[in-house]
């Protein structure tokens, strides 16, 4: 049974920097796509940043680009996210997701992915 496992998250002071980890078990290899969402209190869930197993490419919100780098260890059945400048409009509950398929135009849309963790809260503030 596919598993993710999020850890990392915690509390910062504004301009901090964090690194999510998604460890997954029992991954099978085909999934196409891991990606990052996060979702702030009565906000929807919204796509941080996704990267595409087939040709390694990345792609990352407007809101967090030049600040937040995807990641990934094939040995350690990992994906990073190393989030750098942090800012309180960062807090949020971060998930991460895995798909069976990738679409580079819909990477956002959370019901396109296929498994999920259970969440790991960042809140960044004085």
């Known amino acids: 049974q596919v598993q993710l496992v999020e850890s990392g998250g915690g509390s910062v002071q504004p301009g901090g920097s964090l690194r999510l980890s998604c460890v997954t078990s029992g991954s099978p290899s085909n999934f196409y796509a891991y990606a990052w969402f996060r979702q702030a209190p009565g906000a929807e869930r919204e796509g941080v940043s996704c990267?595409?197993?087939?040709?390694?490419?990345?792609y990352y919100a407007d809101s967090v680009k030049g600040r937040f780098t995807i990641s990934r260890d094939n040995a350690k059945n990992t994906v990073y996210l190393q989030m750098n400048s942090l800012n309180p409009e960062d807090t949020a509950v971060y998930y991460c997701a895995a798909g069976f398929g990738f679409w580079a135009t819909d990477w956002g849309r959370a019901h396109l992915y296929d498994y999920w963790g259970q969440g790991t809260q960042v809140t960044v503030s004085n």
């Open positions: 990267l595409s197993t087939s040709d390694g490419r990345s």
